[in-house]
């Protein structure tokens, strides 16, 4: 199989499974507890910690984990509910778990405002500048588009945001980290929220990067852990995989040769011809390429391509059950175009050679679509 959805999740690299399996059978003992084997898992903790901290440029008091990025989405927009007459600023282009929060939001009397996509996919600056005012607590755009790779340039929108209010400025960060560089001073945010299993580390492992002296209150209560942030017994097992992904993940990150794929594909759907590229023109992070083949039901070409061992997405995995696809609707696309519309998300250990088969591949079964074979 040559899998081609790690925009959906990833296959935890072998290292991370074994450390895993470690972490399961000798290192399971509760990190709060008092006796030295539960002391060395808190300290194994902390070293986890110090790794993200360093990946993001920022402090390891500063990463508070969560189970994962949707909670630490979650968690940033209930920064909204703290201004009780301050509305809340999030883009047409964020994941559901930034969009449904906003809505939830929303159906208990917050102010939502949203900021509309430009055809390249990245969000339109232009128009967040009219939508915040000295009203607005939070703002919350994503850094890179699940959907198309897009990158959002966070840092000039975030300087432009706290140059006209006091908003809390948050950022989904899940397909960013690691996969372009990302320097949390540079981007200048309060908030940023990360996901293991997008890296090669298990399912259920997150994190909110929650700016020092910031004040955020808990989204959940109990035992304190997490300096009384998140509580909840921590997932060690998962904290340390994921660790140990992003060191993994660096280590095979090699991004001319992402750029190098990213460009082939793109060129291989050009001469298949009838196939619009959403988001090619902004800055991508190279791992994503979303295409709307036209002609085609995209469900079915995916089923067709498992049949011949490749594995693609359609859209994010947590709008594929939908119908509608709100990010490519908004930045232009018609129907027609969404339900051709397939996403090939790469990892960094994917070579050429994979990639030129699975082209082949998708290129027949679109050819048979179409009824020219
Ligand atoms: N944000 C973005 C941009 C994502 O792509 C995803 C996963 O698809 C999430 C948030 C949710 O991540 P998790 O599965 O860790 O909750």
């Not at 128009?127 to 959907?147: F, M, Q, Y």
């Not at 198309?148 to 809390?168: C, E, R």
């Amino acid at each position: 199989m040559i899998y081609l959805d790690n925009a959906g999740t990833t296959k935890p690299f072998d290292e991370v499974i074994k450390l895993c399996n470690d972490m399961l059978s000798e290192y399971f003992f509760n990190p709060s507890a008092t006796y030295p084997s539960a002391v060395k898992v808190a300290e194994m903790i902390n070293l986890a910690r110090a790794t993200i901290a360093k990946e993001l440029h920022c402090l390891p008091e500063e990463i508070y984990f969560t189970s994962c990025a949707t909670e630490a989405d979650n968690w940033a927009l209930e920064y909204g509910r703290k201004l009780k007459n301050g509305n809340v600023v999030i883009s047409a282009g964020e994941h559901a778990a930034i969009y449904e929060a906003a809505m939830r939001l929303k159906s208990k009397g917050v102010e939502i405002r949203i900021a509309a996509l430009n055809k390249d996919g990245t969000v339109n600056i232009k128009d967040i500048e009219r939508l915040v005012d000295k009203n607005t607590a939070l703002v919350s755009i994503i850094h890179c588009s699940n959907e198309t790779g897009v990158v959002n340039d966070i840092s000039t929108i975030s300087q432009m945001v706290k140059s006209k209010s006091n908003a809390v400025f948050h950022s989904d960060g899940v397909q960013a980290f690691c996969k372009i560089p990302v320097n949390i001073n540079d981007l200048a945010v309060d908030l940023y929220s990360l996901s293991g299993h997008k890296i090669g580390a298990p399912k259920g492992i997150g994190a909110l990067y929650v700016k020092r002296n910031r004040h955020i209150n808990p989204l959940i209560v109990g035992g304190g852990q997490e300096r009384g942030l998140r509580s909840g017994t921590e997932n060690t097992a998962g904290i340390v995989a994921f660790a140990k992904a992003v060191e993994i993940f660096n280590k095979y990150c090699d991004r001319e040769k992402m750029a190098q794929i990213r460009n082939y594909i793109i060129t291989r759907f050009r001469n298949i011809g009838n196939v619009l590229i959403n988001g090619e023109e902004g800055r991508n992070s190279y791992f994503i390429v979303s295409a709307s083949v036209l002609g085609i039901k995209a469900e079915v070409l995916q089923n067709m391509l498992y049949q011949d061992g490749v594995i693609i997405g359609l859209g994010s995995a947590c709008s594929a059950k939908s119908s509608e696809n709100r990010v490519l609707s908004n930045l232009g696309r018609s129907k027609k175009e969404i339900e051709g519309n397939i996403r090939l998300s790469l990892s960094p250990t994917i070579s050429m050679e994979e990639i030129a088969v699975a082209m082949e591949k998708i290129e027949k079964n679109i050819n048979v679509l179409r009824g020219k074979i």
